[in-house]
């Protein structure tokens, strides 16, 4: 019911949620650090000391917001000493993507701003990721057209185009050989075109971005976008909260509660916020307050 009525859109683009967010906190007098990896989450006597830095730089804090995936701490890759952070009890991965980001000019099928084309049999696309863990032999192929409304506009030149093919998160093993990847392209070209939309890949300027890639970008993920899988009901009970095992560390982010895409994890990082301004006695208590109706428990 709620699709139903439409999906949210961020007026300037997603980017314009993270442009936002810089501005917000730079007031606020925050420094950030960019193209740098966090190597190390650092305690002292069992609580958070600091961060170490790639580029060698070490910083001392009481709190560490970690915002990548839970289970880079699980694995180990922010050191030893946070391995049982947050122990994630559910371990089969969300899906992965291979994506083609690209400025084109299609032809034959008037695009509008969400695009979804489904082959034959949508039920094997999710036996060959879940079961086959390989790449679907009949992709659905969803296409956001950036430039588009509800309602189709003609671009003369060309237009932007985020292409999107679901995949299985294999990006650290059993990846997709190039081959596999080729050929699963082609098959998404092949299946655009016979619903009467054609796409020259040759004529584009085009950035492919695979399970790999999502791996490199978000470590310890396989290439999974949404965090661990959510396949029954209580899996929504099993992510890991703000509040970790160790004094000092918090989770925000798509693996944390309440879970995956950009307004969930939104929600988390407030979550953590409020979790650490508690903990650190910024935040008042609320007074006492009648509400009407309600339930009684005993
Ligand atoms: C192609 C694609 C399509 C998607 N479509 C949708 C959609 O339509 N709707 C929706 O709601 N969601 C969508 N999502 C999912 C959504 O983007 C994520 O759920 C959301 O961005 C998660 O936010 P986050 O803050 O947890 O993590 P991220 O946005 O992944 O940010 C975490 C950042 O931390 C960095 N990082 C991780 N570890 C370290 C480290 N050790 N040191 C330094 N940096 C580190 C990562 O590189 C990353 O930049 C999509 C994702 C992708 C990739």
């Known amino acids: 019911d709620v699709e139903m009525q439409g999906v949210w859109a961020v007026q300037g683009g997603m980017i314009a949620i993270t442009q936002t967010l810089t501005d917000l906190a730079r007031a606020k007098g925050v420094r950030f650090i960019c193209g740098v990896n966090c190597d190390e989450i650092l305690q002292r006597n069992r609580k958070v000391s600091g961060v170490r830095l790639s580029n060698g730089e070490t910083i001392q804090t009481q709190a560490v ?7 880079a701490l699980q694995t180990g890759l922010l050191g030893e000493a946070n391995r049982h952070a947050s122990p994630i009890t559910q371990t089969t991965r969300s ?3 291979i994506t083609w980001s690209m400025y084109a000019k299609p032809h034959g099928f008037p695009l509008i701003r969400h695009n979804v084309f489904f082959d034959s049999d949508y039920d094997s696309e999710f036996t060959d990721i879940f079961y086959r863990k390989r790449l679907p032999q009949k992709p659905t192929v969803y296409i956001c057209a950036q430039d588009q409304t509800d309602t189709h506009i003609s671009h003369l030149a060309g237009e932007r ?8 998160a294999t990006g650290d093993h059993q990846q997709p050989t190039l081959s596999e990847i080729e050929s699963c392209q082609e098959k ?10 054609n796409l020259s890949l040759a004529d584009a300027t085009v950035t ?3 399970p790999q890639d999502f791996h490199r970008l978000f470590p310890a993920t396989g290439g999974a976008l949404y965090g661990q899988a959510n396949h ?4 929504t009970f099993r992510r890991p909260a703000a509040q970790t095992a160790i004094p000092g560390l918090y989770l925000a982010g798509g693996s944390a509660h309440p879970g995956a895409g950009v307004p969930m994890a939104a929600l988390s990082g407030r979550m953590a916020a409020a979790t650490l301004m508690g903990h650190l006695g910024l935040t008042k208590r609320s007074g006492r307050v009648l509400i009407s109706g309600g339930t009684l428990m005993p």
Do not use: K, Q, Y
């Open 232 to 235: 029954g009901w209580m899996d």
């Open 188 to 197: 998404s070209l092949s299946l655009l075109e016979h619903c009467g939309l």
């Open 208 to 210: 492919r971005t695979t």
């Open 95 to 97: 899906l992965s993507a």
């Open 65 to 71: 917001i970690f915002n990548g995936d839970a289970m």
């Open 161 to 168: 185009l985020l292409c999107l093919v679901n995949a299985p």
